[in-house]
């Protein structure tokens, strides 16, 4: 009997977009610790984060920036720097999400050109994300160096939030360029097998 040809389809896992994808979690977990923290900036006995600023019993009098609070933490001050930093923040969060989410996607997904959409949508978005969380991280404290005269404290320290923003922005970096260094690669692969009429009909 004449041999019939079966084409069998092979998925491979790029490696390195794997590697993306857990980057792009690593920061997404990263950017939501650096959010909820109010250790961005401190002062002795004052901390300050991106919506909250907290006041310890051991501050010193007056408190900086001519705040009067008692002990306790309060909505941050109205400051244009640290709204922008926040909005930014949320922004590189929201963004990194999706394209954690798309990685995933393609990942997932058994069409080469579906996987190339992902892909590329990915990588516009994570970039996206990168620069949100860069301009974030300069922002701060280039305009917070402008209040120096008014804070009325001579030690300025900034917190493990804003090193953890660091840490997020790092991960996007390396997942923005994980992604486009593989964004060719194709991940399906076809191999032709003979298969004889004889041995498919013992096998039923």
């Known amino acids: 009997m004449a041999p019939i040809t079966v ?18 979690a690593l920061a997404l977990a990263l950017l939501v610790m650096s959010l909820a923290s109010t250790d961005w900036l401190l002062a002795h006995g004052w901390r ?5 600023h907290c006041v310890d019993e051991m501050a010193e009098r007056p408190l900086p920036f001519g705040l009067e609070e008692k002990v306790g933490c309060y909505r941050v001050r109205d400051e244009y720097y640290i709204q922008f ?8 969060l929201a963004t990194d999400v999706f394209a954690t989410l ?13 996987k190339r959409k992902y892909y590329r949508l990915a990588i516009s978005v994570m970039l996206a994300s990168l620069v949100s969380a860069l301009v974030a991280l300069v922002l701060y404290p280039v305009s917070f160096a402008r209040e120096l005269p ?17 840490g997020a ?22 191999k032709e097998r003979d298969v004889h009429l004889a041995e498919k009909s013992g096998t039923n």
């Open 7 to 24: 084409i069998e389809t092979i998925t491979i896992t790029r490696p390195l977009k794997v590697i993306a994808f857990l980057c792009g």
């Open 150 to 166: 008014h804070g009325n404290r001579s030690v300025w320290e900034f917190g493990w939030a804003y090193g953890v923003a660091w």
């Open 85 to 92: 930093t926040a909005a930014l923040c949320i922004l590189a």
């Open 48 to 52: 300050q984060g991106l919506f909250l």
């Open 169 to 190: 922005a790092i991960f996007l970096f390396g997942a923005s360029v994980l992604l486009m260094c593989d964004k060719e690669a194709e991940e399906v692969y076809y």
């Open 102 to 114: 798309l990685t995933g996607l393609g990942l997932q997904s058994g069409d080469p050109l579906k």
